[in-house]
């Protein structure tokens, strides 16, 4: 995988965990894990995994101690 096929990972990442916040603005952010995080760790992993695992962020609705929550996985 190329430099930059590893860049897109990240700015798609990124567009998608923004764009999955417009839907579900009061969401909370949750890892693979089931671990809460915050915004920036959110970014961080999504650009670390794109950079060092070649992996694509994806989020997909759930809910974390009875509230709504975005999960972060990847493919």
Not at 13 to 26: F, I, K, M
Not at 47 to 74: E, N
């Amino acid at each position: 995988m190329t430099n930059s096929e590893r860049e897109m990972l990240w700015i798609d990442g990124w567009s998608d965990l923004y764009d999955a916040l417009e839907q579900l603005p009061s969401g909370q952010l949750v890892n693979e894990d089931w671990q809460e995080v915050t915004l920036e760790e959110c970014k961080s992993t999504i650009q670390s995994a794109a950079y060092t695992l070649g992996q694509r962020a994806r989020f997909r609705k759930t809910f974390y101690r009875g509230k709504p929550a975005l999960q972060l996985v990847f493919v």
